[in-house]
């Protein structure tokens, strides 16, 4: 069956490819899976300044949430004596309200455990990041729109017959405790409102830590999450929703939306907080003539 000749593949790499991400994307792949552009914050900051060449990381993980991110920071080459300021992603996206093995409501994180995690590995970056360096913190998402777009659908697994539906996936995923999102996946409306309530609250937590705290090495800001921007412009030009989602699990974007997430996030940062971005190198020019690509990525 064509529809499931990757599917493997997709599953093993957990949908998540950092080479051609929103964030730390710097390369365009021609497989049968991924279609679309690659455009990135990082490959936006390149272009402004050369030597941001290669100067990127990604320390993230598929359900990765706010309690285990102390331990990744360790994974940061960045001297605070030598080196030059970065500019730190803080995002999370949803997975403090999406956890994979949740059974109920009570699994969620709490605004009171979230702002306890958040504010630790913010103290942990003052010790690890040179002096000027920015750090935003990205609200989280809202998924609250995939169950009444995607349950009546048919599921890839049931093309073939026509005769397994999105929400039976999502049934089997919260039954098996393997899923990407019991809260949001789930045909209890009242659990799949009370999850987006969740990460309202613990949106607002980011953004109260973000006008309230200060931080010797860095300036803190907060951004809304760009993907939300990205579905309410889509909904409002008239396309359908389910063609932002990918067809294996249907929570994560397809990659032909995550250069419009990048363009949503830098217009914000470009208009809220433009020091972030750093001066245009106006040696740039003499840059790409000595060194050239400077032996890609």
């Known amino acids: 069956m064509d529809i499931l000749k990757n599917f493997s593949f997709v599953l093993g790499n957990e949908l998540d490819w950092p080479e051609t991400s929103f964030a730390t994307g710097f390369q365009n792949l021609s497989w049968p899976i991924l279609h679309g552009t690659t455009d990135s914050m990082y490959l936006r900051l390149r272009q402004r300044n050369l030597c941001n060449h290669r ?49 109920s409501l009570e699994d969620l994180t709490t605004p009171e455990e979230f702002r306890q995690n958040v504010e630790a590995t913010l103290d942990k970056l003052n010790e690890i990041l040179p002096s000027g360096s920015h750090v935003l913190l990205i609200g989280l998402v809202n998924a609250s729109f995939v169950f009444d777009t995607m349950s009546e659908r048919v599921h890839p697994l049931g093309k073939l017959r026509n005769d397994v539906r999105y929400a039976d996936v999502y049934e089997w995923f919260n039954c098996m405790r393997i899923g990407p999102c019991y809260g949001w996946l789930n045909k209890n409306e009242t659990i799949r409102q009370a999850t987006t309530q969740r990460s309202v609250e613990l949106t607002e937590v980011l953004q109260d830590l973000a006008e309230t705290k200060t931080y010797d090495q860095f300036t803190l800001h907060f951004l809304s999450n760009p993907m939300v921007q990205v579905f309410r412009q889509w909904e409002k030009e008239g396309h359908e929703l389910w063609k932002l989602l990918e067809p294996v699990d249907s929570i994560h974007p397809v990659q032909a939306i995550l250069p419009l997430i990048t363009q949503a996030m830098w217009n914000e940062v470009a208009t809220k907080y433009p020091e972030v971005l750093g001066d245009v190198n106006p040696k740039n020019n003499l840059i790409q003539a000595i060194f050239g690509d400077q032996g890609g990525h």
């Open 55 to 103: 100067d990127f990381q990604n320390i993230c993980f598929n359900g990765a949430a706010s309690s285990s991110m102390l331990s990744y920071l360790e994974t940061i080459a960045r001297n605070p004596q030598d080196d030059k300021p970065a500019v730190v992603f803080y995002g999370m996206m949803g997975n403090d309200v999406c956890r994979r093995w949740m059974s």
